[in-house]
C-alpha cells in the first residue's frame, strides 16, 4: 500500500507540473523561453533573456 501511494504522488506531481509548462516568445519570434508554472515567473523572463531589440 505504502508503494501504491508513493507512486501515486509521484504520477500526480508529474502530471500538474507537465500540464503547466509552456513556451513563450517574444514579438518577432526570434526567441523563445522556457517556463514551468507561470511565464512570469521564468528565469528568462526575469534576466530579460528575450526582449525585443
Known amino acids: 500500500m ?6 501515486a504522488v509521484v504520477a500526480f506531481t508529474f502530471t500538474i507540473l507537465s500540464g503547466c509548462t509552456g513556451t513563450t516568445y517574444n ?7 522556457d517556463y514551468l508554472i507561470h ?9 530579460g533573456a528575450c526582449e525585443a531589440k
Open 2 to 7: 505504502k508503494t501504491f501511494a508513493k507512486l
Open 27 to 33: 514579438q518577432d519570434k526570434s526567441c523563445s523561453a
Open 39 to 47: 511565464p512570469a515567473v521564468s528565469i528568462p523572463t526575469i534576466i
